[in-house]
């Protein structure tokens, strides 16, 4: 009698349960179509016993509201037969499957798409997108609300039980926010005014689609911000679109995403509170006699358990928790909630559209990728036996996949604990949480019976004396040292991490990476009432990062007084007495300039650890290669080369470059699932 696997009743639709993914833009798109990737991306979802899956996160409708972050476009007849075979594929495995459209007024580039102008109810910019937009002409009004219409009739066409219109941040929510809206005339000033448009787009689009189509509204309750729509707006307007009946439900969250630290309150990475707005929907449901759903950062089971149990919501959005795991609401129909994979707030999927990129999930490898990677790893059809050398999350997800596959499997680990580099990475207070990826891959490979030997230094007599068909060498990597002249004196950020040493006083950091490391030990160092600067020489502090993480860790740094430096790189570190001289060179100018400080800490990276890798290699039938067009393809990588070779070997992650967690899992997966 879970609530979360209780069916819905949305009008004519039967929801089998209550959780539902939310529009969001994978950046899956081709040519603005949702073609074979985005759809199996989707599919995969119901397959997993989601009850609604809404896509086609904002969906653009105008060729003023050019895609920014991989949208796709409903503004042309093109789409439908993609929408189509995407409708059938989700529908046939028992999901509804509803397409979210918009136009996204300030909130894109005018040096993209088309060229033209972007559009806006006032000439006020976004600091998000940057860009200055024209102020609406009454025209430019029309125009849009019957380019909402013709795109609401091409979702319907396509196939959807229904249609979210984006208002939150948009150009609906532009008119209806007094941040972004400074209008004199029929659109601007009062609420009503200011709900014009949308009321507008509502009837246009109902017209357009008939009394029958679900049609619902995703909005905001709070926009959080100073001088922005309060409680007391939002919930009247609520109280006036469902005073409509033209709409069906309204999907509420909060915040005001016009910013970087904007974005991270409703994208919620690490750092930030979860489930923040859960309170702002359920204020709204209250008062209007229409569902309500919630798009904001439920990641766990037990919360939106609450969120559905209390009343809060009718459906409730996991979203991201889906791409950590598309077969969530399965394992908890089998009563299996604690093999769930978790979502972590790693924030790489966000944080990559947001740099151009498509999103994957930081620790599932498959996501995205379902064409060739499996979320359900089948069988072998014969049984062999495997090693695993190195208990990080590569080497964990090794032995897991190759488990899964029937090997017996065995892994040894040099330490006396599990999870490699992320016992690092989780000593900082802001980015803890990524504990919880080692932690889901440590439950799962003693659940299903991997052989572990922990506090073995394996070596190759060691790996030959379990007589393996296949090694993986998922060894990791050491701090690479600081090649400059005193370099001896500078301490690694690992050593930081791990408690090895206790600094005290004025640290400089040096940063050659711009990834979380450094940011970590700088952490950890200030919450020890250390003095950090950050130096690095790239162009911005945290340069490898998108704007969720890197404003929520460095606003966190900032608060502890760290400073950070740009455009600088270490030539030489002296001793000084019990103190250390540093000569930094401007990377762009060349001058040089010295600090006297107590100590000097470098994050530069890794080496791999490679020993038993090139001690195995000679006696590897594979010689340690892999086909990289055969892996890209998702297709066995091993041919054999050596004829005196007894056994196939691979090295995955940091053991053959520095990389991230997802690279080593994804190495793992698609090594492991085709043995």
């Keep these: 009698?879970?609530?979360?696997?209780?069916?819905?009743?949305?009008?004519?639709?039967?929801?089998?349960?209550?959780?539902?993914?939310?529009?969001?833009?994978?950046?899956?798109?081709?040519?603005?179509?949702?073609?074979?990737?985005?759809?199996?991306?989707?599919?995969?979802?119901?397959?997993?016993?989601?009850?609604?899956?809404?896509?086609?996160?904002?969906?653009?409708?105008?060729p003023d509201s050019p895609s920014v972050f991989g949208q796709l476009y409903a503004g042309d007849d093109s789409i439908l037969p993609w929408f189509r075979k995407l409708t059938d594929g989700v529908r046939a495995h028992g999901a509804g499957v509803m397409c979210q459209i918009t136009h996204m007024g300030r909130r894109t580039a005018w040096d993209n798409g088309h060229w033209l102008p972007v559009a806006g109810p006032s000439a006020r910019r976004e600091r998000a997108h940057r860009s200055f937009p024209k102020a609406m002409e009454a025209e430019d009004i029309a125009r849009i609300i019957d380019d909402f219409a013709r795109a609401a009739r091409r979702c319907q066409d396509g196939g959807f039980d229904g249609i979210e219109l984006l208002s939150h941040s948009h150009l609906l929510g532009q008119f209806l926010s007094p941040l972004v809206n400074c209008r004199d005339d029929d659109y601007g000033g009062t609420l009503d005014n200011r709900l014009r448009l949308t009321l507008q787009v509502i009837e246009a689009v109902r017209n357009a689609v008939g009394p029958d189509l679900i049609l619902g509204l995703r909005i905001t309750g709070d926009e959080l911000a100073e001088g922005g729509l309060e409680e007391g707006e939002c919930v009247e307007i609520a109280r006036k679109i469902a005073a409509t009946g033209a709409v069906d439900f309204l999907n509420i969250l909060a915040g005001a995403p016009y910013d970087?630290?904007?974005?991270?309150?409703?994208?919620?990475?690490?750092?930030?509170?979860?489930?923040?707005?859960?309170?702002?929907?359920?204020?709204?449901?209250?008062?209007?006699?229409?569902?309500?759903?919630?798009?904001?950062?439920?990641?766990?089971?037990?919360?939106?358990?609450?969120?559905?149990?209390?009343?809060?919501?009718?459906?409730?959005?996991?979203?991201?928790?889906?791409?950590?795991?598309?077969?969530l609401v399965a394992k908890l129909s089998r009563g299996e909630e604690e093999r769930i994979r978790p979502c972590v707030g790693l924030g790489y999927c966000v944080d990559r559209v947001n740099q151009g990129k498509a999103a994957v999930c930081g620790h599932n490898a498959a996501t995205g990728r379902e064409a060739a990677m499996p979320h359900v790893i089948a069988k072998a059809a014969q049984r062999r036996k495997v090693v695993v050398v190195g208990g990080g999350p590569g080497g964990l997800e090794a032995a897991r996949v190759a488990t899964e596959?029937?090997?017996?499997?065995?892994?040894?680990?040099?330490?006396?604990?599990?999870?490699?580099?992320?016992?690092?990475?989780?000593?900082?207070?802001?980015?803890?949480?990524?504990?919880?990826?080692?932690?889901?891959?440590?439950?799962?490979?003693?659940?299903?019976?991997?052989?572990?030997?922990?506090?073995?230094?394996?070596?190759?007599?060691?790996?030959?004396?379990?007589?393996?068909?296949?090694?993986?060498?998922?060894?990791?990597?050491?701090?690479?040292?600081?090649?400059?002249?005193?370099?001896?004196?500078?301490?690694?950020?690992?050593?930081?991490?791990?408690?090895?040493?206790?600094?005290?006083?004025?640290?400089?950091?040096?940063?050659?990476?711009?990834?979380?490391?450094?940011?970590?030990?700088?952490?950890?160092?200030?919450?020890?009432?250390?003095?950090?600067?950050?130096?690095?020489?790239?162009?911005?502090?945290?340069?490898?990062?998108?704007?969720?993480?890197?404003?929520?860790?460095?606003?966190?740094?900032?608060?502890?007084?760290?400073?950070?430096?740009?455009?600088?790189?270490?030539?030489?570190?002296?001793?000084?007495?019990?103190?250390?001289?540093?000569?930094?060179?401007?990377?762009?100018?060349?001058?040089?300039?010295?600090?006297?400080?107590?100590?000097?800490?470098?994050?530069?990276?890794?080496?791999?650890?490679?020993?038993v890798y090139f001690a195995l290699k000679v006696q590897a039938k594979n010689l340690g290669q892999l086909d990289q067009t055969a892996m890209v393809k998702g297709m066995d990588p091993f041919r054999e080369s050596n004829p005196v070779g007894t056994f196939l070997l691979a090295r995955i992650g940091d053991a053959v470059a520095g990389r991230n967690i997802h690279a080593a899992v994804y190495d793992a997966l698609r090594i492991c699932k085709a043995f």
């Design 260 to 327: 970087d630290l904007g974005l991270a309150g409703w994208v919620p990475p690490m750092g930030m509170p979860a489930a923040a707005h859960l309170s702002v929907a359920g204020r709204i449901r209250q008062v209007v006699a229409i569902p309500v759903f919630h798009a904001g950062g439920v990641a766990d089971i037990a919360t939106a358990r609450h969120a559905i149990r209390d009343g809060l919501v009718d459906l409730i959005g996991m979203t991201r928790a889906h791409m950590a795991d598309p077969y």
């Design 405 to 611: 596959r029937g090997h017996d499997v065995v892994l040894f680990e040099a330490t006396d604990r599990l999870g490699g580099q992320i016992a690092l990475a989780a000593k900082g207070t802001t980015r803890r949480q990524i504990w919880g990826v080692a932690d889901w891959l440590i439950g799962e490979v003693e659940r299903i019976g991997v052989v572990i030997r922990m506090n073995c230094y394996a070596e190759a007599a060691d790996v030959l004396g379990e007589s393996p068909d296949l090694v993986i060498v998922a060894t990791g990597g050491w701090p690479a040292p600081l090649d400059i002249p005193g370099g001896d004196l500078v301490t690694s950020s690992w050593d930081v991490l791990g408690g090895e040493v206790r600094l005290s006083g004025d640290v400089l950091l040096l940063d050659e990476v711009g990834d979380h490391a450094a940011l970590v030990a700088a952490d950890v160092l200030s919450r020890a009432r250390v003095q950090v600067t950050v130096v690095t020489p790239d162009r911005m502090v945290a340069h490898e990062l998108g704007p969720t993480n890197s404003a929520v860790v460095l606003r966190d740094l900032a608060a502890r007084g760290v400073g950070f430096e740009c455009f600088l790189e270490p030539v030489a570190v002296a001793g000084e007495g019990n103190r250390r001289r540093v000569t930094l060179r401007h990377v762009l100018t060349g001058e040089i300039s010295e600090r006297i400080v107590d100590h000097v800490v470098s994050e530069h990276g890794t080496v791999p650890a490679d020993d």
């Design 1 to 62: 009698m879970d609530p979360l696997l209780q069916p819905f009743q949305l009008r004519h639709l039967t929801l089998r349960n209550r959780i539902m993914s939310t529009a969001h833009a994978p950046s899956f798109e081709e040519g603005g179509h949702p073609r074979n990737r985005y759809r199996l991306y989707h599919e995969e979802k119901a397959k997993g016993g989601i009850g609604l899956t809404i896509i086609g996160g904002s969906t653009n409708i105008a």
